[in-house]
């Protein structure tokens, strides 16, 4: 399904009136309403039907990719980046510059700590936890930085960065890594190599090239969390 | 990093993910927990007379309680190394196993005069007891501790304290090996205060450790 038809079916959901008291075990009234947007959020108690078909084709992506279905997985990630994009937006403001950041820390959760979805559970619900879980910590880091000094008189005159899907936190993170994973980060991510092809250039074998990718980013997730403690 | 080169890294690398992590690492920690309980127990202080004990229902009473919260810490840290999870049964199996022998305690104290009692609730090492316990249970804790971290848990200090049940459970049923106190009221007491010891200090350290 292309993002656009994620999108069309949300709306459909949204007409066809909506979003149940409860998801299983979780707060499932929180997680719809903002998940999927202020539109929503009046329209409680009404049928199960909804919450399975938006959750069902994220679960079956999710458990794809638990398999070890790389296709899959990407899809997942993409769509989850969307919803996230929304509900962070939602939440701090569209233009606010941590909107990307939270969205790739997010992502980087929903990756690295995907053992602990329970798949007897709404997968929306799991990711649901982890987006809050960053934005609480979030407002958490902001309150830290507040009572720090200003720096220099340069930034009263620094330009409001324009594009802010460049998630300029997370790059500089990435200038941080010990060479040998940066530079296998970029040759897989930038010139979009398959693993073997960055093994090849790298000159480190292939399963090697895999530990030093997954490494990464779980040197940029602990970054993330390191920052201004 | 632009979002879409971060997902396509991702991607990248999906390999296939271990099924039941949460509940098989802890089941790990758990047999970790009882061997280094045991094997700090064993030169320390000696087991009792084990053919004794197997034919003492205190024994058993005093094995099943621990065991029972053990198991209440680890339904419950399995819950709470989730994002998202309530904590469910493992609270209620705790619970039931503190009123139960509770209850025992209480049957058992009715019948006796106020020196028999106090010497039922203080047994002859009330004061060492709960100090045992909570030693026991320090390499499982910083075992189980270093286990969370992996997981996401997003209470820290209740994830923590459920922890500190879970291997306190663990490391009191091992003391029960060495322990010959008999009355349900000083089991009641004191292990639980050597639990409560282990709950506390999982409860301060994953609040300080368990945040990702």
Known sequence: ?229 | MKTDDLIAVMANDAKPAARFAIPRRLLLVAAATALAALAVLVPWLGLRDMGQAVADSSYWMKTVYTAALGLGGFLLTERLARPGSRSGRGAFVALAGILVLAAIAVAQLASLSSAEISAALLGSTWDTCPWRIGLLALPGLLAVLLVMRRFAPTRAALAGAAAGLFVGGVAATVYGLHCAETSAAFTLFWYTAGIALSTIAGALAGWRILRW
């Open chain 1, 1 to 229: 399904m292309t993002l656009a038809g994620i999108y069309t079916s949300n709306l459909r959901l949204t007409l066809n009136g909506g979003i149940p008291e409860r998801l299983g075990d979780f707060g499932g009234v929180q997680l719809w309403s903002s998940l999927l947007g202020a539109t929503v959020g009046g329209h409680p108690g009404i049928g199960g039907m909804a919450v399975e078909a938006f959750d069902a084709p994220l679960k079956a992506l999710m458990l794809k990719g638990l398999g070890g279905d790389a296709a899959a997985h990407a899809e997942l990630l993409t769509r989850m980046a969307v919803l996230l994009r929304r509900f962070f937006a939602r939440k701090l403001g569209a233009s606010d510059q941590d909107v990307e950041d939270l969205v790739q820390e997010t992502l980087l959760a929903i990756h690295l700590k995907r053992e602990t979805w329970d798949s007897a559970q709404p997968f929306t619900a799991w990711a649901y936890a982890i987006a809050r879980y960053r934005l609480i910590d979030l407002y958490r880091r902001r309150r830290v930085r507040r009572s720090e000094p200003i720096e220099s008189a340069e930034a009263l005159f620094a330009e409001e960065v324009g594009d802010s899907s460049a998630g300029a936190d997370v790059e500089r993170l990435l200038s941080e890594l010990p060479e040998r994973q940066r530079v296998v980060l970029k040759a897989v991510k930038l010139d979009e190599l398959s693993t073997a092809e960055a093994a090849a250039r790298t000159g480190m074998s292939e399963s090697a090239v895999k530990v030093s990718v997954h490494r990464s980013l779980k040197a940029l997730m602990r970054r993330v969390r390191d920052e201004d403690r």
